[in-house]
């Protein structure tokens, strides 16, 4: 009598979010998928050179993915659906960029769980790399990363019960709005909230620090902190180009 196995599988759109070698040829990658959320699966054949330029993190996939078991790791059928990370090659900050939000993904989004969101947020974010205002792009992608983890900012209105039409600060206690009347005694304690994100301001070098800080803090505070991890290298090198540029 032949036991006949039932495979469990799925198809799906997926961001590369990181590939590690597994063993002599394998690689173990992790996508963003559209529904299937942050999930891993072994890709055969993964070092090998047909599928490097399908691995880099930031490309879209079509992803088929098999296992026995749902909780096994399972393996990946992937094939390039867009290249992004080549189109950033000669752009080193926008490709700073594009390796902080996979790598975000990868460190905060539990594994297996929908964030259709943020899956229809990165790709956005990607798509607008070349463009002019992808900075204010990203800090606004880090405020929905950080909403679909459960910590989102209140950016709308007045913590204090001050004017809604001047908020300039969020309190770092509670990740509200405060006016600049209210706020400003305090200002010290508080962290600026850029113009943009209030619809005051147009952007551009010191507001995307300010955004960079005012969501760098979040992250740490809510996201890495109570993991004992710091935030990861490759967003404190985006904030420090951003810094730089502002000095």
């Known amino acids: 009598m032949s036991h006949h196995v039932v495979m ?13 070698p597994h063993g002599e040829t394998a690689a173990v990658v992790h996508l963003l998928c559209e529904k299937n959320g942050h999930h891993a699966g072994l890709v055969p054949g993964g070092q090998g050179r047909r599928m490097s330029p399908v691995l880099q993190p930031g490309n879209l996939v079509d992803a088929t993915w098999k296992a026995r078991l749902p909780d096994h790791l399972g393996h990946f059928t992937l094939e390039l659906n867009r290249g992004y990370a080549a189109r950033f090659m ?17 460190a905060a989004l539990p594994e297996r769980e929908p964030h259709a969101a943020i899956f229809n947020g990165s790709l956005a974010l990607i798509e607008s790399l070349d463009s002019e205002y992808w900075g204010e ?6 405020l929905l990363l950080l909403s679909e983890l459960g910590f989102g900012l209140d950016l709308e209105e007045c913590a204090a ?14 990740g509200r709005a405060v006016s600049l009347s209210a706020g ?9 909230l850029p113009g943009f994100l209030s619809g005051r301001g147009q952007g551009g070098t010191q ?37 730089s540029c502002a000095a």
């Open 184 to 192: 400003t005694p305090y200002r010290d304690k508080l962290l600026p």
């Open 8 to 20: 469990i599988e799925w198809q799906d759109k997926g961001i590369v979010l990181a590939a590690r």
């Open 207 to 243: 507001e995307i620090l300010e955004g960079l800080q005012l969501t760098g803090y979040f992250l740490e505070k809510s996201v890495f902190g109570p993991r004992d991890r710091p935030l990861p290298p490759v967003r404190v090198r985006l904030a420090q180009h951003f810094s």
């Open 161 to 174: 019960g001050g004017d809604n039409d001047q908020l300039a600060y969020v309190s770092p206690r509670s």
């Open 137 to 142: 792009i990203y800090i606004k992608w880090e």
């Open 90 to 106: 000669d752009l080193p900050a926008s490709l700073n960029c594009l390796q902080s939000a996979v790598t975000l993904c990868e």
